[in-house]
């Protein structure tokens, strides 16, 4: 996501050593500018924090540290809104539920998808959440979402037959405050382009429901055009928020640094992969914190809280210490790993790994050939053998490879690695080795 503005403002950091004079500070300052056009930073942007870096470092020391510095207080400072301070980060729940948003974007630019993202966000927080169909003119829209809300039991309110998507909101709204949900978010039509029935139609909706929040779904793959059209919908519907999709696939990353500060309101979220659960909360020092290379261990954290029950975690961490940890509990992190979202995005996460997460293709969970198979192994195995990986001698290694359609070499190398694997987790398991953990990855993040 952050791949070229990320290596970009590395090369201009290596321009200047440790301390050093105006004639590179002049080099470094030119590299960055051509970094971030480079990056699809729009250029208004660009200039703005170009100037606020070099009038940062002629009133103080010329070296490297204070130039990372610079770029890094002021990248937050201009991804912070300036109408609100930055207080509008993530979603923000209103004092009476329901929060009601309503979802607005252009047809083909991700809406409906981010919208179940959005709904499995809150889902996976405890939060009752209830989808309204109000995009009555794209065909088969209707079946999507009910497609999608039912593949992540997420309710969903539609009206069979209805064409007045007014009537459809106002009568989820209804619904919503009858039985008591958090929150309601109102899918909306969207067109190829924007016209004034389009605006039309969204504004009626918008005057009918009172809503909380206007969400606008921006593609990330648009660039600058998505910036333009969001300006468009501000300038309609006052949106409180942009929801920027498909920015897994935008290697540039560049207009999601320049969005709020030319739109004027908050950028909230990112979606970060095709998955539900590949959507993440916009925070602009944590933002920041990873186009440097420094990690984002505290949205990390916020993701695994949601997924990891604690009583679960102690469980399984006392079967480690004990060295019983089965192919049961395998399966079951396994789940678990995958409500988590993109694994590249996850690696991108921890202080000194996001080159790695640059450098391998995102891993599914659900598709990949040595899952398959080590699903295949695993449903092989007696229950027995599952609770007991110590039972699978040569004649059991053998029925589990046949069952599962495989060699038994396969078979003997994902045992020696799921044993090497359990090693580690119980080395790991105790107070001292996590201290030094934490040592190693504290040292990833410090600047060399």
């Given at each position: 996501m952050f791949e070229l503005i990320g290596e970009s403002l590395k090369s201009a950091v290596n321009k200047l050593k440790f301390v050093d004079d105006e004639k590179a500070l002049k080099n470094a300052l030119d590299t960055l500018k051509k970094a971030l056009l480079k990056a699809d930073v729009h250029h208004k942007v660009t200039k703005e924090l170009v100037g606020l870096v070099e009038t940062d470092m002629k009133t103080g020391a010329i070296g490297q540290k204070q130039f990372l510095d610079s770029i890094k207080n002021n990248l937050t400072n201009i991804l912070l809104t300036p109408n609100d301070g930055g207080k509008s980060q993530g979603f923000v729940f209103a004092s009476n539920p329901p929060t009601v948003v309503l979802m607005a974007g252009l047809q083909g630019g991700g809406k409906t998808t981010t919208t179940v993202k959005l709904a499995?966000?809150?889902?996976?927080?405890?939060?009752?959440?209830?989808?309204?169909?109000?995009?009555?003119?794209?065909?088969?829209?209707?079946?999507?979402?009910r497609q999608l809300c039912s593949a992540n039991e997420i309710d969903l309110f539609f009206i069979d037959g209805e064409n007045d998507p007014i009537?459809?909101?106002?009568?989820?709204?209804?619904?919503?405050?009858?039985e008591l949900y958090d929150?309601?978010?109102?899918?909306?039509?969207?067109?190829?382009?924007?016209?004034?029935?389009?605006?039309?139609?969204?504004?009626?909706?918008?005057?009918?429901?009172?809503?909380?929040?206007?969400?606008?779904?921006?593609?990330?793959?648009s660039g600058q055009d998505g910036v333009k059209t969001a300006a468009s919908f501000n300038e309609a519907l006052n949106i409180t928020g942009v929801i920027l999709s498909k920015f897994d696939a935008d290697t540039k990353g560049g207009v999601a640094l320049g969005i709020a500060k030319q739109v004027g309101v908050p950028l909230r979220f990112i979606g970060v992969g095709e998955k539900p659960a590949d959507l993440e909360s916009f925070i602009p020092?944590?933002?920041?914190?990873?186009?440097?290379?420094?990690?984002?261990?505290?949205?990390l954290a916020e993701k695994t809280s949601t997924i990891i029950d604690e009583k679960e975690a102690k469980r399984l961490n006392k079967k480690?210490?004990?060295?019983?940890?089965?192919?049961?509990?395998?399966?079951?992190?396994?789940?678990?790993?995958?409500?988590?979202?993109?694994?590249?995005?996850?690696?991108?996460?921890?202080?000194?790994l996001g080159n790695m997460a640059n450098q391998i293709k995102d891993i599914d969970l659900d598709n990949s050939k040595e899952i398959k198979h080590i699903k295949a192994m695993i449903d092989s195995m007696t229950l027995k053998e599952r609770e007991n990986p110590d039972l699978l001698n040569n004649a059991r290694k053998r029925r589990i490879a046949a069952g599962a359609g495989l060699g038994q070499i396969e078979v003997n190398k994902f045992l020696k690695q799921f044993s090497n694997a359990a090693k580690l987790a119980k080395k790991f398991s105790n107070k001292d080795s996590m201290k030094g953990f934490a040592s190693m990855m504290a040292n990833a993040n410090r600047p060399r």
């Amino acid at each position: 996501m952050f791949e070229l503005i990320g290596e970009s403002l590395k090369s201009a950091v290596n321009k200047l050593k440790f301390v050093d004079d105006e004639k590179a500070l002049k080099n470094a300052l030119d590299t960055l500018k051509k970094a971030l056009l480079k990056a699809d930073v729009h250029h208004k942007v660009t200039k703005e924090l170009v100037g606020l870096v070099e009038t940062d470092m002629k009133t103080g020391a010329i070296g490297q540290k204070q130039f990372l510095d610079s770029i890094k207080n002021n990248l937050t400072n201009i991804l912070l809104t300036p109408n609100d301070g930055g207080k509008s980060q993530g979603f923000v729940f209103a004092s009476n539920p329901p929060t009601v948003v309503l979802m607005a974007g252009l047809q083909g630019g991700g809406k409906t998808t981010t919208t179940v993202k959005l709904a499995n966000y809150l889902k996976i927080r405890k939060k009752k959440v209830l989808i309204a169909a109000c995009d009555l003119q794209r065909l088969a829209a209707v079946e999507q979402l009910r497609q999608l809300c039912s593949a992540n039991e997420i309710d969903l309110f539609f009206i069979d037959g209805e064409n007045d998507p007014i009537k459809v909101a106002k009568e989820a709204l209804k619904k919503a405050k009858s039985e008591l949900y958090d929150v309601l978010l109102v899918d909306t039509a969207g067109r190829l382009a924007i016209d004034e029935a389009l605006m039309s139609q969204i504004k009626d909706i918008k005057s009918a429901l009172n809503p909380d929040e206007v969400f606008y779904v921006a593609d990330a793959m648009s660039g600058q055009d998505g910036v333009k059209t969001a300006a468009s919908f501000n300038e309609a519907l006052n949106i409180t928020g942009v929801i920027l999709s498909k920015f897994d696939a935008d290697t540039k990353g560049g207009v999601a640094l320049g969005i709020a500060k030319q739109v004027g309101v908050p950028l909230r979220f990112i979606g970060v992969g095709e998955k539900p659960a590949d959507l993440e909360s916009f925070i602009p020092d944590r933002i920041v914190g990873r186009i440097m290379g420094e990690g984002d261990l505290a949205t990390l954290a916020e993701k695994t809280s949601t997924i990891i029950d604690e009583k679960e975690a102690k469980r399984l961490n006392k079967k480690i210490k004990k060295g019983e940890f089965n192919f049961n509990d395998f399966l079951g992190q396994l789940e678990s790993v995958k409500k988590l979202g993109s694994m590249k995005s996850l690696i991108g996460m921890i202080p000194g790994l996001g080159n790695m997460a640059n450098q391998i293709k995102d891993i599914d969970l659900d598709n990949s050939k040595e899952i398959k198979h080590i699903k295949a192994m695993i449903d092989s195995m007696t229950l027995k053998e599952r609770e007991n990986p110590d039972l699978l001698n040569n004649a059991r290694k053998r029925r589990i490879a046949a069952g599962a359609g495989l060699g038994q070499i396969e078979v003997n190398k994902f045992l020696k690695q799921f044993s090497n694997a359990a090693k580690l987790a119980k080395k790991f398991s105790n107070k001292d080795s996590m201290k030094g953990f934490a040592s190693m990855m504290a040292n990833a993040n410090r600047p060399r």
